[in-house]
């Protein structure tokens, strides 16, 4: 789970506790044939509340954010499978079959957060387009005591895996998460009862550590992003809109930053009549964000798993070479770790000043501590706020805080945060007015 993911559920009073319980970690080690390659330290990020990365399931932070929503007084219907969905000028009718028989729901907007074989995406006629990769990979978690380091291991071609690669990723109360890419045809049940499961496992921690299996299960992946993430009042989100491969970390939490998103967005036109245009810069700012993510999967992919003779003698060469060459290290690719998209070239967000030292227009506002303790980033999240060196000489309609001069922001600017955290303008201090509206572009703006 990636920083940002953290931010977001922090906003809902959960990230602290997930942060705490998951494994933190900065540095990925890369090995050739068992010798390590380098490694690379994460930044830690200043005065970021929180690490770069933490690892955790995503069963426990799916039931933590259940509780969450729940506490809210969100109503969530278990056993309700989407076979429906019918538009109209008022809203959504979503047809569900329970065990009681088929119920209709009736909505404003529906948003299918239904995974990679959306049946919402199915029903409005948004085609996925993209390819599966023929490539199997393997993952046991087990619980054992090993003397591995808290850190990401990538292994190129180890003794234990030849020619193939192999993950190792500490987990909480000490499982170890390790994936292997194997042949096409692996069978994992098969593979467990006939002891070849116990070997690989073997292989990797050594002979006479106990260990207990807590997980198993083999993956394929496809590299796929829907052609709209939009149609009328039906939205698409998470591996409903895109998937990828996993080397990144890249599926779930561009899945958050896409809830994110449209949350504030959805909010804002139910609850403060923003124009219906400001639900378009969904679109526009998450399927770039997704093609991005899937351009830095590809890429990997290509180099994990090459086909083709000419790529495949490429990348032989690079991991040859990376022990001697800087260069060459560099263009090794076990997986380039997920980072907040930008949204500086979005309708909503305002070209950025020119001075190069200042936060950027389009990225996640930098957290700083305020003069009072708290930190910039526990006063987001519910609606625009303004951020200011000093208290404001004009009227502000918005939400206003003070953080004083001498902060990333600089003393000379008043800055426009988004209930997502992103910045989106920036003014002359003294001209703070001009921030009054954020959704002016769109006011006379309709569909
Ligand atoms: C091995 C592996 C490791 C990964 N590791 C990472 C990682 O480290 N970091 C990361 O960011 N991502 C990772 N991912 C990707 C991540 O798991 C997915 O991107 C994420 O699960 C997508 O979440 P989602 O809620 O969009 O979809 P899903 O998790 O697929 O959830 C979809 C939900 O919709 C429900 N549903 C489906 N159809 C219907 C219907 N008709 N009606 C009602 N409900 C329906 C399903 O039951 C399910 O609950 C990994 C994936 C794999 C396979």
């Excluded at 076979?83 to 079959?97: L, P, S």
């Excluded at 404003?108 to 049946?119: C, E, I, K, P, R």
């Excluded at 987990?171 to 045809?185: A, H």
């Excluded at 499961?197 to 992003?225: C, H, K, M, N």
């Amino acid at each position: 789970m990636q920083r940002e993911s953290l931010e977001i559920w922090a906003r809902l009073g959960v990230g602290d506790a997930i942060a705490a319980r998951g494994v933190r970690w900065r540095t990925g080690r890369t090995y050739l044939r068992g010798r390590e390659l380098f490694k690379i330290e994460l930044p830690d990020g200043g005065d970021e509340h929180f690490p770069p990365f933490v690892n955790i399931s995503q069963s426990e932070v799916e039931e933590r954010l259940l509780e969450c929503v729940q506490g809210f007084g969100v109503r969530v219907h278990h056993g309700h499978r989407l076979i429906g969905v019918g538009q109209d000028a008022d809203g959504v009718t979503a047809t569900f079959a329970t065990e009681h028989g088929e119920v209709a729901h009736r909505s404003g907007f529906l948003v299918g957060t239904d995974g990679a074989h959306s049946a919402v995406r199915h029903a409005i006629g948004v085609a996925f387009p993209g390819h599966t990769f023929e490539d199997r990979f393997l993952i046991a978690d087990i619980h054992a005591d090993l003397p591995f380091t808290n850190e990401r291991h990538f292994h190129f071609d180890p003794p234990w895996n030849p020619g193939r690669q192999v993950l190792i990723h500490p987990q909480p109360d000490g499982v170890w998460r390790i994936d292997w890419r194997v042949p096409p045809e692996t069978d994992p049940d098969a593979e467990s009862r006939d002891g070849r499961l116990d070997a690989r496992i073997r292989q990797v921690i050594g002979d006479g550590v106990p260990y207990e299996i807590v997980w198993v299960t083999a993956y394929r992946f496809s590299q796929r992003v829907a052609d709209a993430f939009r149609d009328r009042s039906v939205f698409l989100a998470g591996d409903a809109a895109h998937v990828m491969s996993p080397f990144g970390a890249r599926g779930l939490n561009s899945g958050v930053a896409d809830s994110e998103n449209l949350a504030w967005k959805l909010a804002s036109v139910l609850r403060e009549s923003a124009p219906d245009a400001l639900l378009d810069a969904y679109e526009a700012e998450r399927r770039p964000a997704a093609l991005d993510n899937l351009a830095a999967t590809a890429a990997t992919m290509r180099f994990i798993a090459p086909h083709g003779p000419l790529r495949r003698t490429w990348r032989d060469l690079v991991l040859r070479m990376a022990p001697h060459s800087a260069w060459f290290r560099g263009r090794v690719n076990s997986g380039r770790l997920a980072e907040p998209a930008s949204y500086a070239s979005s309708a909503i967000v305002a070209s950025a000043p020119s001075s190069g030292e200042l936060p950027r227009h389009g990225n996640p506002a930098p957290d700083v501590v305020l003069p009072g303790g708290d930190r910039l980033r526990d006063h987001l999240g519910s609606g625009y706020v303004v951020v200011v060196p000093f208290p404001a000489d004009g009227p502000v309609d918005l939400p206003q805080l003070v953080i004083g001069p001498d902060s990333v922001y600089g003393a000379e600017r008043a800055w426009l945060i988004r209930p997502d955290g992103y910045l989106a303008d920036s003014v002359p201090r003294a001209r703070v007015d001009r921030l009054a509206d954020p959704f002016s572009a769109f006011r006379d703006s309709t569909r």
